[in-house]
């Protein structure tokens, strides 16, 4: 029954995620009472009815404390590059940014 639980919530995630152009990803790190500590993963959007959706897309347990370099050695590789890859597909489609981008990339050239 669980499985079958997570599938349908799988799909209706993965659906409702393909139907958004714009999504912002937030990670936290916080501890449990029983001094656990753990990192979370949400996605947020805004979907076609202007509705505020919140997708928590993992939560994770950090076997060390949570310094930013202890918690981005813990994620996995897999994690990170989807990540990039995210970051990337968002850039290349805001024409604001890519002007941005440009404009930073030839000041930068024209102090070197």
Not at 36 to 42: I, K, N, S, V, W
Not at 48 to 54: F, G, K, V
Not at 68 to 83: F, I, Q, R
Request: glycine fraction near 2%; proline fraction near 2%; charge should be negative.
């Amino acid at each position: 029954m669980m499985e079958r639980k997570y599938d349908v919530e799988f799909q209706q995630t993965k659906d409702a995620l393909s139907c958004s152009s714009m999504i912002c990803l937030t990670t936290d790190v916080w501890t449990s009472m029983a001094t656990e500590a753990y990192l979370g993963l949400t996605c947020h959007f805004i979907n076609d009815e202007w509705e505020l959706m919140i997708f928590n897309l993992t939560t994770m347990p950090l076997e060390e404390r949570h310094k930013a370099k202890k918690v981005m050695g813990s994620l996995p590789s897999a994690a990170l590059v989807t990540l990039q890859l995210i970051v990337n597909h968002a850039l290349k489609k805001n024409t604001h940014i890519q002007k941005a981008i440009g404009a930073a990339r030839s000041l930068v050239e024209h102090f070197d």
